[in-house]
């Protein structure tokens, strides 16, 4: 991806944008520490596909100035964090408007860079990255939009407010006037207080009717991401007061958003969403019981797939299925190449793997060698360690099965030292295991590239959370794309995606950790092993992985639902003029949209 600092802004016909889409974080470019994980992957894959297939669509998210953060490890695994700092300035053109926010009572100025995400016929997506580091700021208000998810919930909740109702602030400036607002997590939620203070233009929020709520909650939709209570973004009253002001914060209180006392982001997206969806079918079950007075749908994530395909597949796919590109859906054709074409362009990207590594890190594995990936954000319920709950057994394994290698990667948040404990954790496990037959490795700094380094390089992608906190998973879909099986928990996309002995392995539930970590050890000896030892079978699994899950589990695929399911459901068709009303999230469901 080519990023221009002097490039003019292209000519986008803002008016003619339907779709706002606001998130927290966007993984925009690999040179662009603008994400921290899989929610910026899915919203930067989102945007991706939106340009591929010219959707008319604007994205609203912060220029996070310092990034998330470079996760470097120690000999034993500690990690220590430092700042990703980047110059907007001299990276991207300016959107050329400044507005103003009063929050803390008091003004912030926020300004707006614009990435161009470009689809493969050019269509552009026009993204704003807002940026308070304006002159005229007050200093501590000029560092607000420097660190994705850093500093206290202070800081967060004023990031939010920039989030939202800069967002809104900024599209009106631009003369933007969508019909959609899509928040792609909570932190978005208060975009809907800026489209209702518009809507009122200038009547004090606390006259606000039913009927005026309702035309804001007819042009909002909302998706869903955890099924950890935690991770719904909260804050006292008291700070919800001082950052957005006496007005908004009652209003906030008289609309019903608050839970149990406390302004808690996911409730005020509810409230003012007409659809709400969580990220893959168990998951909008699990949230619909979560919000039983909301209707939660589902819509199951995907990922872009020329983003994530190596180099020697997209080749491929390029003289096999040449549409593949705007049409996801012939990946289901892949049946129609020889799997050993598919073997031979997977083991090109084990080359690479393995051949970046060597450089990068000093350390040599071999491409003989059955190798699991297993990279993710470290979080306890992800349980990095299932795999190693029973090292002797592993070893074993190792040894009967002619050698196995294990590449490990995920950076802890920096508040989260039990997570920096389970780094530790399989650094040592490394050190006293590490021999002829069994090599475990972590790699550091796990991001877009590595990311794509080893879903394209690894033979099987591993994933063990605790049952049913996995919203979704990205990573395994990256993987399957590139003709790479899952050994994998049934939990998140898992659920839809495993055919097994096809496209990859369950593990199975069990009572305890030990349970599954057996498992785990059956079907890596009994099942993975002898299929791996068995090169024709174990093509015809690549090929079934891309053929029946990467068909599926793209962006392309996933945005289509969100327009048929979410943004223009039938019964909204004609209704933009008009809208019509559709029932309230509280009544009895009487008819659902069709889920494809
Ligand atoms: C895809 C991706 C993720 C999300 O993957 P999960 O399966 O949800 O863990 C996180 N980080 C990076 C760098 C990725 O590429």
Redesign the pocket.
Known sequence: MTLSPSAPLSSVDLSTRTIAYFSMEI?LSPALPT????????AGDTLRSAADTAAPMVAISLVHRLGYFRQKLSSVGQQTESDVPWSPETTLPSANQIISLTMQGRPVLVRAWRFDVVGTTGHIIPVFLLDTDVEGNDPWDRRLTDHLYGGDTYYRLCQETVLGLGGIALLDALACKPKVYHMNEGHAALLAIGLLEDHLAGTPLKDATEADIEFVRQQCVFTTHTPVPAGHDQFGTDQMYQVLGHERGAAIDQFGCLHNGLMNMTYIALRFSRFVNGVAMQHGKVSQQMFPDYKVYSITNG?HAAT?LSDQFQELLDEEIPHWRTDNQYFRSVYGIDPARIAAAHNKGKLRLFSTLAKRTKQHFNPNVLTLGF???VATY?RASLLLHDPKRLVEIAEKIGGLQILYA?KAHPADNAGKGLIRDVFASATKLNSSALKIYYIEN???E???LL?QGVDVWV?TPRRPY?????????AALNGVPSLSILD?WWIEGCAENTTGWAIEDGEDEAAEATSLYQKLEESIAPMYANPGAWSRMQQHCIAINGSFFNTHRMLAQYFENSYFPPTMVGATVNPVKRRRSTDPVTAEPALV
């Open positions: 993984a994400y921290s994980g899989g929610l910026g992957m899915l990922v994530w990279a993710r954000r992800k995920g796990y991001d877009w590595l990311g794509g879903t994933n996995e919203a979704s998973g990205t990573s395994g879909m990256k998140g």
